[in-house]
């Protein structure tokens, strides 16, 4: 082998190498393009190697030719593929993409015994009730005594509560409200107060210390017992959106009503045939109502010779168990977002 051969060859290795080298330190594709125009490019090394083909004779050209064709391929083979690992490289993380949807921020919804509320409200405010307030810190006065349950009464038992300091107890009902009302209100009153209450319930299913009632209160001349159910069975029928729901009332017995009446609804379920829901009775029980005692009247300075008027509360939650088809009452109080957002 000639000495020149032997120095084009050694060439050939070196460029082979030094090309090699650049393309694993290449960092993007506008480095690679340079090292691809600079190795095989018309005026690239490749080619300048080609043109030391004059140096050997004509016995070697074959080898030297065979040995610079390979060096094109390899090069432009190991070019080739550096590129595509660049051309398929992700887009930075950070990038920005204006033509992506925007992001929505999320959006809270009622809790559902607030939308509960605000359905009963509005029920009964297109039947002329106002909506009435009253505080969740109530005085012994207004929470018992002034509703006929004086001190040591037994029926105060049913309501133990959570007791303050002083004469003050966290309301065990909305029936204060009633009272309120009547005292800065002169008949004809027809009122609604929807709130929170408080009992000292060990939690179950059905029993929860915080909770929620609205009462109800209608004080006028010749004001009937008709009229009570009257306008709890219209309720009933609006809040199920169901015409053909209807309520029954039960003799039972409250200090500040007489006479008294627990009332039930016709199964929302079965509607009235009898299933598991309802114990197969057809019924739901819902709460209490009755015509306003005139000891109460006494209280608040009502003429009970010339006013009547009837009473009757309803358990929030209850309403919204049955509309939602919840089974324990404890989940309205969790905070669970997995269950709250469904509404
Ligand atoms: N306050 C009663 C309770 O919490 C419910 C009730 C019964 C309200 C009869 C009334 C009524 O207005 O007339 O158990």
């Known amino acids: 082998m000639s000495e020149n051969l032997q120095k084009t060859l050694a060439e050939i290795a070196r460029i082979e190498k030094q090309c090699q ?146 004469q003050h107890v966290l309301r065990t009902h909305t029936s204060p409200v009633q009272i309120r009302t009547m005292e800065t209100q002169k008949p004809p009153v027809r009122m609604i107060a929807p709130g929170r209450c408080f009992r000292k319930d060990t939690p179950d299913a059905t029993h929860s210390p915080t909770f929620h009632q609205c009462e109800g209160l209608c004080v006028d001349r010749g004001v009937s017992f008709a009229d009570l159910k009257g306008v709890v069975q219209a309720f009933a029928q609006k809040i199920f959106a169901d015409k053909s729901m209807r309520v029954r009332f039960r003799p039972s017995f409250f200090p500040f009503t007489e006479p008294s009446a627990e009332y039930d609804f016709s199964c929302i379920f079965c509607k009235g045939k009898g299933c598991r829901v309802c114990k197969n009775t057809g019924w739901l029980e819902i709460s209490g109502a009755g015509m306003v005692d005139p000891a109460v009247f006494g209280f608040v300075d009502y003429d009970p010779e010339i006013f009547s008027g009837y009473a009757f509360g309803m358990g929030l939650e209850r309403i919204a168990i049955l509309k939602y088809r919840v089974n324990d009452i404890r989940i309205f109080f969790e905070n669970d977002i997995r269950f709250l957002e469904q509404f």
């Open 21 to 166: 080298s650049l393309l694993v330190t290449a960092t993007n594709l506008q480095e690679l393009e340079k090292i691809k125009s600079d190795f095989l490019g018309r005026k690239g090394a490749v080619q300048a190697l080609f043109a030391l083909m004059g140096r050997v004779g004509a016995d070697e050209k074959p080898h030297l030719g065979a040995a610079l064709n390979r060096l094109k391929e390899t090069l432009q083979a190991e070019i080739e593929t550096r590129m595509a690992s660049f051309q398929r490289q992700p887009m930075a993380i950070d990038s920005f993409d204006p033509s992506l949807p925007a992001k929505l921020p999320a959006m809270g919804s009622l809790h559902p015994i607030l939308q509960v509320m605000d359905e009963v409200k509005q029920i009964f405010t297109s039947m002329g009730f106002r909506v009435e307030e009253g505080p969740e810190i109530e005085s012994d006065y207004y929470n018992f005594e002034a509703l006929n349950i004086p001190a040591y009464h037994p029926s105060r038992d049913m309501q133990d509560t959570f007791y303050l300091s002083g």
